[in-house]
């Protein structure tokens, strides 16, 4: 390679400074960079330009070792992960540079040793954040503070000493004036004086004591306050320094499999290159160096090999016009037509509302409520409705059906694998209502239903009841038109930890498909709201989901991060693979759960050259370019006024005609709450509340009467109402209205799966033998 003329290093007092070559990959060979020796530090630029605001890679020599390989070369290494081979452009300006690196670790080292020892001076191989100035600027103003600070205390100590001496001096003074014999009002003045410059002697000899502890005090504690400081700068520096080296690893790992394709073209050209230097590069012109991580991801994806892109052109194309197809097919397909009947004449859809009455700005004591609420269950705690929204758990867990039209998708899908991803954006985009949304859904009572009738507008109809009250767990089922069917049943396990609060969904959600008899599984991940007692409350979602296809086998791992304030990640990030049943990846998703979700198609994985955490490798992806599958809806107008509710959201709970005397519409405190009426509402509520533990106490005493019946030899005592094994007795005794209990086929759980009758029942408007639970 040809080498431009290089200007002779020039030395500036401790500082050196010159053009030297230094290795940076194979592709690049040697480049010309601009090096800085000052303070023990050797730092590097790309141009003297940067030496104001970019250091690319700094080295402390007073740990480092120096090596010549020739005439020209030479080698700087700490021993550890920074290795910095050079070349300079002759054998002088080369001995020149060593000559130079040598001194500087020799006064490195001794005056690290002398710090060590006496903590009175500074050590100078803390790398500052730009060598040779904003490092070099604070040690030195640490230095003047030092030493104004102990001029002053030697200025102390004159005027201490000086105090001592003017005193002594006007006593004498006064003793020689008290000595004479004078008589009438010069004696009286004397005497007075005499007297005034008694207290002074008193007064300045009490200052001089002090200041004298003081001096003592100061100079015994010196080369303490200089340790001590020294010590949290070496903590700060180790902190830096270790930043500096997950920012270079994160960096590199980002890079190592960009050129794949060139550095394979290029592997024949290694020996002709450049001598092999065990370091790859650690710079890139569109990159810069970032904070580091809290977690490593599992994974790594990177754009896959053009050659994927000619061999396998025929199949993509065919993916991808099967996919555009699907997605035309929808966007044109009829939405509110009733798919049953496509011969039937359109009838204009309702108009459902858009506002609803503006949330009242309520004051109340947090801390007098919760205090008492330490450790308890959620479902529990007597809240007020200032600490609710006005809608019910049922309408909640109804809003999963926001991005129905995932599911839509999904059902035209010709592969089960392509299946898989819409179904797991299904699962994310369900959070997406939860951002902003701190207000806690009413209890349902038991016996409590709510339907969501949509068909003609998305072609589905939903159901949820509450199967049981404690534990509370709800049951839920939706049937579409478009070829799908959702079921779950819903237990939510809380604590409320002082902090925080957490909230733990039980159950399993599924989803089967007409077309293939597809059926997917997956589970919920734990809800955190915190700053429950002080600050402003946010929402958070951290775990893992496994959805799976217990039809072929397919599975999709998702994990979504918990927040960290340390992480330079994307708040809120969700990542996942689609997975045949072999364990062969095809599709690789990745977006937040509050705002977009992507796919990718995998070509080809391959596990990574660096160590993931815990010594793991990490696969890496080779993936065609990202498509969008779900994108989060914008809130709608004055939604901040309106307890954050989605467009879904604000209809859920509009009186409507027909149906259920259970209905949630129907549920007074909530639709006085909704209204505005909150002291009204609290009254509601507690009612309700009272009359649901009557009916419960209710429920107890029959259950006992029936198990004293069954078993007549043995006498039932007032005691046993409130033996356990009686208390559940509610529960076998209970039976919901629209579902039954059985045991589910794929997970072995006990659920209760709707039975029918309710939508024939609403047909007819007949809703005999319902409870009176409002």
């Known amino acids: 390679m040809s080498e431009p003329k290089t200007p002779t290093p020039t030395p500036a007092g401790d500082t050196y400074k010159g053009w030297v070559f230094k290795w940076t990959n194979y592709i690049k060979g040697y480049q010309r960079r601009w090096f800085v020796l000052s303070n023990g530090l050797l730092s590097y630029y790309r141009t003297q330009a940067e030496m104001g605001h970019t250091c690319r890679g700094t080295i402390n020599l007073a740990t480092a070792t120096i090596t010549v390989d020739d005439a020209c070369n030479f080698v700087i290494s700490n021993g550890g992960a920074q290795t910095y081979h050079l070349k300079a452009s002759c054998e002088v300006e080369r001995q020149r540079w060593i000559t130079a690196l040598e001194l500087a670790k020799a006064k490195a080292a001794r005056m690290q040793a002398e710090s060590d020892d006496s903590g009175d001076d500074f050590s100078p191989s803390s790398p500052p954040a730009a060598p040779g100035q904003g490092g070099a600027s604070q040690n030195s103003e640490v230095q003047s503070a030092l030493r104004t600070l102990g001029s002053k205390v030697e200025d102390l100590s004159t005027c201490n000493d000086l105090i001592s001496k003017h005193g002594s001096a006007l006593q004498r003074s006064l003793s020689e004036l008290d000595s004479l014999r004078l008589t009438g009002e010069a004696g009286d003045k004397i005497r007075q004086v005499t007297e005034r410059a008694t207290l002074f002697r008193i007064t300045s000899n009490a200052m001089i004591n002090a200041c004298r502890d003081f001096l003592a005090l100061a100079q015994a504690h010196s080369k303490r306050w200089q340790k001590a400081l020294q010590a949290e700068r070496d903590q700060r520096v180790r902190l830096e320094e270790t930043l500096e080296q997950l920012a270079k690893q994160h960096n590199h790992l980002e890079r190592a499999f960009r050129g794949a394709a060139q550095a394979n073209a290029t592997a024949d050209n290694k020996s002709a290159a450049g001598p092999g230097k065990g370091e790859a590069s650690d710079e890139d012109d569109d990159n810069e160096f970032f904070d580091a991580m809290e977690e490593a991801p599992e994974f790594i994806t990177v754009p896959a090999d053009p050659q994927f892109h000619k061999r396998s052109s025929s199949n993509i194309s065919g993916f991808n016009s099967e996919m555009c197809a699907d997605d035309q097919s929808l966007n044109e397909e009829p939405l509110a037509m009733n798919q049953e009947s496509p011969s039937q004449e359109l009838v204009p859809l309702k108009k459902r509302r858009t506002r609803i009455s503006d949330k009242p700005n309520y004051s109340l004591n947090l801390w007098s409520i919760m205090k008492n609420c330490i450790g308890k269950e959620l479902s529990k705690i007597p809240m007020p409705v200032n600490f609710n929204e006005p809608i019910s758990m049922l309408q909640r867990l109804s809003e999963d059906l926001e991005y129905h039209e995932l599911l839509d998708k999904a059902s035209k899908c010709q592969s089960s694998l392509e299946q898989m991803c819409y179904v797991a954006a299904f699962s994310v985009s369900s959070y997406s209502t939860t951002v902003h949304r701190t207000g806690k859904p009413f209890n349902p009572l038991l016996g409590e239903t709510y339907e969501l009738d949509r068909r003609r507008e998305s072609g589905y109809r939903s159901l949820c009841e509450q199967v049981s009250h404690h534990p509370p767990a709800a049951a839920h089922h939706v049937i579409s038109d478009r070829g799908w069917t959702l079921r779950q049943e819903i237990t939510v396990a809380s604590k409320f930890r002082g902090k925080y609060l957490s909230i733990m969904p039980l159950g399993t959600i599924h989803a089967i498909f007409e077309k293939g008899n597809n059926h997917y599984t997956w589970k919920k991940v734990t809800t955190t709201v915190h700053n429950i007692i002080v600050g402003k409350l ?110 879904l959201a604000l209809t859920l709970n509009e009186p409507e005609d027909g149906v259920a005397p259970t209905d949630s519409r129907r549920r007074p405190d909530q639709r006085l709450m909704e209204d505005g009426r909150w002291d009204e509402a609290n009254a509601e509520k507690q009612r309700l509340e009272e009359k649901q533990r009557s009916v419960r106490r209710e429920r107890e005493r029959e259950a006992a009467s029936q198990r004293s019946s069954s078993q007549s030899e043995e006498a039932v005592d007032e005691d046993s109402l409130t033996d356990p094994s009686l208390k559940s007795a509610p529960y076998e005794n209970y039976q919901a209205l629209w579902f039954e209990s059985c045991e589910d086929r794929i997970t072995g759980e006990q659920v209760h799966i709707y039975k029918g009758g309710y939508w024939e029942a609403k047909d007819r408007g007949s809703w005999e033998g319902l409870p009176d639970i409002f």
């Not at 893992?544 to 330079?568: M, Q, W």
């Not at 955490?613 to 993936?623: D, I, L, N, R, S």
């Open 538 to 647: 946010w929402i958070d979602q951290s775990g893992e989901i496994d959805v799976v296809n217990h039809t072929t086998g397919d599975r999709c791992h998702l994990k979504f991060a918990p927040y960290s304030y340390f992480s330079r990640d994307v708040a809120r990030k969700v990542t996942g693979v689609v997975m045949d049943k072999d364990g062969k990846a095809h599709y690789v998703l990745s977006g937040t759960w509050d705002e977009k979700m992507e796919f990718s198609r995998v070509m080809q994985s391959s596990r990574g050259g660096e160590n993931g955490t815990e010594g793991k490798q990490k696969t890496v992806y080779q993936t065609l370019k990202a498509r969008e599958v779900w994108r989060r809806n914008p809130l709608p107008d004055g939604a901040e006024t309106m307890y954050y509710f989605t467009s």
